[in-house]
């Protein structure tokens, strides 16, 4: 146990919850004692039949050697307790940048678990699907009203998997016209999946730097387009939280030669409901569910990364395409320039559940709200921590804003990210966007209230004082969580997945 006392500090005694992450929890081959059993039943009423008498011996498992054994309420507290470790968006502020760790409200979880679409079989023949189909195809609808894209397909897994699927679309609209082309450009702002994306499809990624302002370098954006370029792939707002304000103008620039525009719609949080990427010259736009449309995520999924496309890459959506012809919903399968499947079934539908109950309940005027909301929210961090973080790029933003350590020195983005954990927070993303040298990147969201900011604010004010007068104590930091610091790389390539008695680790 670490023996040091928690720093004394007042948002630990008038925040709400606990700070900190502080209990143990053994393993459970460390936990019970031989004998013991989760269940009691009464005796056997029938005869009882050796197992191999009835399954083939390579079906039965050989014995597990110290295989634990305990009672049901031992194992429902280690794994309760276990749960409790995990940070989450339902026990407190997440604010993590780019990730849009939103509130996910209840009642997507209670629709998404009713018998009807849960067990909804995804091979049973369309005429006992037309719920199932008629809520897929719904939910394109209103993807393509609030993005005023020409279609939406929804089969994509995940924010990365859209761009995937978007960059084939690209590639196949170029090789119909005789040439695939060679390059993709990318700011240097550029969420890491999308230059990932463009090399997974055979593209060498070509970046642009961005100007003083965080925006695309207009001028070297012109310099660098040419007739080999088959698309630019950009977020707007950028990951600094930046609207591109010369978005008409790089579309026209792409488009120019021939090239196609890639949105990243992963910022959508921001927009939506206000502006609309399809009229802003967009040829491809992913969507990130599991983000702007309420999905709980963080640990890797499950996501839902809907595409949506302008008229001229219909030809090449994946397959199948949901269709409505008179009131009757089908899977169209017979689309010969279609880039295939990129996904089992129909893609994550739960997941497009979730996203149909959440802009459902909210309706139009509320899809806007959100967005107005969580730009109010990160304005209003923006302006409470200026004067105490530095923001290397202080111009107007919308739904984030990406600060960093230079005033804090010789105390790091790590150190104050490590000290928010002891005041209950979730760190943010840090050290992203990379154009910003040790960044802190700040996402609020719309579903927090002002006194959750103001914790959070007086959290960070806090922590710049301690790293003014006593910068080792911010550097000494977690002390109220499980693992202090661990070291990550090494978790990260020599994972140690097996337990191992005590005597032989
Ligand atoms: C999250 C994110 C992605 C990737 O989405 P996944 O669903 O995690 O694959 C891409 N771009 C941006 C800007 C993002 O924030």
């Not at 309420?73 to 939103?102: A, E």
């Not at 995804?122 to 993807?143: I, T, V, W």
């Not at 090239?259 to 409901?273: H, S, T």
């Not at 007086?458 to 610091?485: F, G, N």
Request: hydrophobic share 35%; charged share 20%.
């Amino acid at each position: 146990m670490n023996e040091t006392p928690p720093p004394s500090t007042a948002s630990q005694t008038t925040g709400v919850g606990a700070p900190g992450l502080i209990s143990n929890e053994p393993l459970l081959f460390e936990l019970g004692s031989p004998g013991r059993q989760a269940y009691s039943l009464p005796p056997l009423d029938v005869p009882e039949v050796e197992l191999e008498t009835l399954l083939p011996p390579d079906e039965i498992r050989p014995p597990i050697e110290e295989f634990p054994e305990l009672g049901e309420l031992d194992v429902v507290r280690h794994f309760t307790r276990l749960s409790q470790w995990n940070f989450s968006i339902d026990t407190n502020f997440y604010p993590l940048g780019s990730c849009t760790m939103k509130y996910n409200p209840k009642i997507n979880e209670t629709l998404a678990r009713k018998p009807g679409f849960a067990g909804h079989h995804p091979l049973a023949p369309e005429s006992l699907s037309q719920g199932s189909l008629e809520l897929m195809f719904d939910l394109q609808e209103y993807l393509k009203e609030i993005s005023g894209m020409d279609h939406v397909h929804l089969q994509p897994a995940a924010g990365a998997q859209g761009e995937f699927a978007g960059m084939l679309m690209i590639h196949a609209y170029h090789s119909a016209r005789g040439r695939p082309r060679k390059k993709v450009l990318l700011p240097d702002s550029a969420h890491g999946t999308n230059p990932a994306s463009a090399t997974l499809c055979g593209y060498s990624a070509v970046q642009i730097p961005s100007d003083r302002d965080g925006l695309i370098d207009i001028d070297r954006l012109r310099e660098v387009m040419d007739e080999d370029t088959a698309a630019i792939m950009l977020t707007n707002p950028n990951t600094l939280g930046m609207f591109e304000k010369n978005i008409l103008e790089i579309t026209s620039i792409v488009h120019g030669k021939g090239g196609l525009v890639y949105c990243d719609g992963a910022n959508m949080n921001a927009i939506m409901g206000v502006t609309k990427l399809g009229r802003m010259g967009i040829d491809v736009l992913h969507f990130n569910l599991h983000k702007t449309f309420s999905t709980p995520h963080g640990g890797g999924g499950p996501g839902a990364g809907p595409v949506g496309i302008s008229d001229k890459l219909a030809p090449y959506l994946p397959v199948p395409v949901v269709v409505k012809k008179e009131g009757r919903l089908s899977l169209d399968h017979d689309r010969p320039e279609s880039i295939g499947k990129v996904k089992a079934f129909y893609g994550n539908f739960g997941i497009l559940l979730r996203a149909y109950a959440y802009i459902r309940s909210l309706g139009p005027e509320g899809i806007r709200k959100i967005s107005e909301a969580a730009v109010l929210n990160a304005n209003y961090l923006k302006a409470s921590l200026k004067d105490t973080y530095h923001l290397p790029y202080p111009g107007p933003s919308l739904h984030e804003c990406v600060f960093n350590d230079k005033l804090q020195h010789p105390a790091t983005t790590m150190d104050i990210a490590k000290s928010l954990i002891d005041r209950g927070f979730h760190p943010p993303t840090i050290y992203f966007p990379l154009i910003v040298k040790s960044a802190l990147m700040v996402e609020p969201t719309e579903s927090e209230s002002r006194e959750t900011l103001d914790r959070f604010v007086e959290a960070l004010l806090e922590i710049d004082r301690v790293a003014k007068t006593a910068p080792e104590q911010v550097h000494d930091t977690p002390r109220l969580a499980k693992v202090s610091r661990p070291d990550e790389a090494g978790a990260a390539r020599r994972p140690i997945l097996r337990w191992r008695p005590a005597e032989s680790a």
